[in-house]
């Protein structure tokens, strides 16, 4: 017997193991090089982690939440502060950044569907004036910081197999947006096969797994995995600062939070939003069994969703917007935690049995994805601040509508006009302009004098 068919035996073996032998349904059709690539991608497959995935989703679907004891987490606001109190922590962060000792982390491995662009989704220009990029945003906000602190802040963008080097390829045609290159660590995420409505894994080619990638639940093991958390502990970081690729006003580093978060004992810190409305799409800070969780919005049962507090407010009404501090030695731990994979339906475009594509219009199949606010309950307990949302939360999800490009944009001009109108100008001088303040110029509204407003034609 040669090699050949002694590998295909390995996995012939492996996948009655866990009733996936149709893998092998189109390998006597294929030239060897397609063989050979079929084998290896099901020699890669964790199969374990996507039988166990499948029978917890089957056993119960709303898994997460099945005999818990759950409590709303009440978050602090920095409006309780007194303004010396603000300072001492801004100036606690202002110190852990001369020291070198935050980084950040982007994860930007999700595939950006809803928004409809093939892209990665960092690389979308959301129609400001400047036509800055979202992580050009993100770039300049980072070394407006470091060039104050005079230090380079490590920055960490998590991309997936899918969209790697079309990431690295954006940043290098834009000269990494000015970032010092050696500084910017890119590393890729891990992927789990999508399975259809019986647990059985898609094929998006006779000799290719359908492959998705894994949830940015997969940041930390990938860090270690790529080497990039050797690579924070020979710089000497303390923390790191985690966000969504595409939330437009992300403060970045932000020295206020990182003062607060390194005051307090706990691991994680996070800030939050108040809820507009009930079925927002954002998750819910809450405690599960006396731990600190999120409740995805795809799964909030509804008791929960509509739920009021004695004032008539939501009772369940911090939203998690995806901006955290993890310290370090939580995430050394967390790096060999093993999360489990929720279920999501997605529209998956793959090929059926008799080898011809489905290209579906409605969700037909699951894709497998770790979340990141499932490493919280390991921290024991976290601090959350809630912010101003207009200030820090302008996501971009969808094509149009809320949450999209243009709401985004629309959130941050206003923002800037604000801080104009902060700095003096008068709502006369500006009339209807929309002037985009650069990162480079204001990180947070500061520094808006009169020279720089005469530069910015105001
Ligand atoms: C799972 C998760 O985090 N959900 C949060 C996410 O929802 P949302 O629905 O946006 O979650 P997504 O999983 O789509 O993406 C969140 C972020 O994770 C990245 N990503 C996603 C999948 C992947 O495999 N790799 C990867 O890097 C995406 O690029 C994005 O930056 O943001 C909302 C705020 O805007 C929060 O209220 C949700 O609780």
Not at 384 to 392: G, Q
Request: hydrophobic fraction near 40%; proline fraction near 5%; glycine fraction near 8%.
């Amino acid at each position: 017997m040669d090699t050949m068919d002694t590998r295909k035996e390995e996995a012939q073996m492996l996948l009655s193991r866990y009733g996936q032998e149709h893998l092998l349904r189109y390998y006597d059709e294929l030239d060897d090089a397609s063989r050979r690539k079929l084998i290896s991608g099901i020699i890669q497959l964790d199969l374990q982690a996507v039988e166990q995935a499948w029978q917890r989703w089957k056993d119960s679907p709303a898994q997460s939440l099945a005999g818990m004891e759950l409590a709303p987490l009440q978050a602090s606001s920095w409006d309780e502060y007194t303004e010396e109190e603000r300072e001492r922590y801004a100036s606690a962060g202002w110190s852990l950044l001369e020291q070198g000792k935050v980084g950040a982390i982007v994860v930007a491995g999700g595939q950006g569907s809803r928004l409809g662009y093939e892209g990665p989704k960092g690389a979308y220009d959301i129609g400001l004036p400047s036509g800055k990029s979202l992580f050009q945003l993100q770039a300049e906000r980072l070394i407006h910081l470091s060039e104050k602190a005079g230090k380079p802040i490590a920055w960490y963008i998590m991309t997936s197999p899918e969209n790697h080097e079309q990431t690295v390829r954006f940043f290098e045609q834009h000269h990494y947006f000015g970032y010092p290159r050696e500084h910017c660590t890119f590393f890729v995420q891990g992927a789990m096969p999508a399975i259809d409505e019986h647990g059985k894994i898609l094929m998006s080619a006779k000799d290719e797994i359908c492959l998705a990638p894994s949830g940015n639940g997969d940041c930390f093991a990938a860090l270690k995995r790529t080497g990039a958390l050797l690579d924070m502990k020979r710089r000497g970081l303390e923390w790191l600062f985690y966000y969504n690729v595409d939330n437009a006003l992300v403060r970045v580093a932000d020295p206020l939070f990182i003062g607060a978060a390194a005051s307090h004992p706990f691991p994680v810190a996070a800030k939050s939003v108040d809820k507009l409305y009930p079925e927002e799409p954002v998750g819910i800070f809450c405690y599960r069994n006396g731990l600190p969780s999120v409740v995805e919005y795809t799964v909030i049962p509804e008791e929960v969703m509509y739920a009021k507090d004695d004032q008539g407010r939501l009772l369940y009404r911090q939203g998690h917007i995806s901006i955290q501090l993890f310290r370090l030695d939580f995430i050394e731990k967390a790096a060999d935690l093993n999360l489990p994979y929720e279920l999501a339906r997605k529209k998956i475009r793959h090929i059926d049995a008799s080898g011809a594509l489905i290209n579906p219009s409605e969700p037909n199949a699951y894709k497998m994805e770790c979340f990141v606010f499932d490493f919280y309950p390991a921290a024991g307990d976290m601090t959350v601040w809630k912010v101003r949302r207009e200030e820090e939360f302008a996501p971009v999800k969808n094509r149009e509508g809320d949450d999209s490009p243009d709401s985004a944009r629309l959130l941050l001009l206003e923002h800037h006009r604000k801080w104009l109108i902060a700095a003096g100008v008068t709502t006369e001088r500006l009339g209807d302009r929309q002037v985009e303040i650069s990162p480079l110029v204001s990180y947070a509204g500061e520094g808006l004098t009169q020279d720089v407003l005469r530069s910015l034609g105001i």
